[in-house]
């Protein structure tokens, strides 16, 4: 595909498989097919590898985690389930949003949380907030761990972001999926793998083998579960799509 950019004619052109379209380069359009290469330049160059929340990497996009903080404003979940722990900030980023509704406590999960991270978390001052399972996502022993934390009256939301290997989040959506609250998210993060197969640092096989086809295979045989991306609480501009690392990722529990 080329996307050829005319700053004096104000157009963004398309070519691609020998057809072409013009659009004009202040539309909704030419918003929206000049983010995805924003995503896909700025993944290659790890962009999401340079925030931190309260002090500790969080390896996410920032309209994702301001998406993610309406959407836990508006449901207001009593407990936040994270696979994929990594550095920590992600967690301290829920727990925070806790924090400032007065409800709500954390669980991260994550197969190896080593001793500094642990060390870095335990001593936050969310820390009473959170807590940490090591061990793999979608082994009988954590999901069984997590179970017992889920009281009856909760409201869970889940946020799948360990391993983004299709098998791995279909299993772990199968194993998590029935602690979300109606009207409440389970979210498989990442779903953009499927749009940087061919990105440098990308890999091939991302483009079957990714977050977006595990949520595509969930819904098939969960019909009690549909996509749908928060509604965004304050909208002045015709723009409607979230620019995110999360497409399709967002899987909303009918209520
Ligand atoms: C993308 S990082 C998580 C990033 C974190 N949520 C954040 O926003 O900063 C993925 C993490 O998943 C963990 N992980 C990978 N496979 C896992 C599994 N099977 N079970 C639990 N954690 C796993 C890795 O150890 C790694 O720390």
Redesign the pocket.
């Known amino acids: 595909m080329k996307l050829i950019i005319d700053t004096e004619a104000a157009t963004l052109t398309v070519e691609e498989s020998g057809n072409r379209q013009t659009h004009g380069l202040y539309t909704k359009e030419a918003f929206e097919l000049l983010s995805l290469q924003w995503l896909r330049v700025g993944w290659s160059l790890r962009q999401y590898m340079t925030f931190t929340w309260q002090g500790l990497?969080?390896?996410?996009l920032p309209e994702d985690l301001l998406r993610l903080q309406e959407a836990v404003h508006r449901i207001r979940p009593t407990l936040i389930v994270?696979?994929?722990?990594?550095?920590?900030?992600?967690?301290l980023?829920s727990a925070t949003l806790c924090k400032a509704a007065d409800r709500g406590r954390v669980v991260g999960?994550?197969?190896?949380i080593p001793a500094q991270v642990r060390s870095a978390i335990e001593s936050h001052a969310l820390s009473p907030l959170i807590r940490l399972i090591e061990?793999?996502?979608?082994s009988t022993a954590?999901v069984a761990e997590v179970a017992g934390l889920v009281e009856e009256d909760d409201t869970v939301l889940v946020?799948l972001?360990?391993?983004?290997a299709q098998e791995?989040v279909l299993a772990e959506l199968e194993r998590y999926s029935r602690f979300v609250t109606p009207g409440s998210y389970v979210v498989a993060?990442?779903g953009i793998m499927r749009d940087l197969a061919d990105v440098p640092g990308g890999s091939a096989e991302w483009a079957f083998d990714n977050p977006f086809a595990a949520a595509t295979e969930f819904l098939e045989r969960n019909p009690e579960f549909e996509r749908a991306p928060p509604p965004w609480p304050h909208r002045e501009s015709e723009l409607t799509e979230n620019v995110s690392y999360w497409p399709g990722g967002w899987l909303r529990r009918r209520p």
Do not use: M, N, W, Y
Request: charged share 25%.
């Open positions: 990497p969080v390896l996410q994270e696979t994929g722990v990594c550095r920590g900030g992600s967690l980023f999960i994550d197969r190896h061990g793999d996502s979608v954590v946020i972001d360990s391993d983004h791995h993060a990442d």
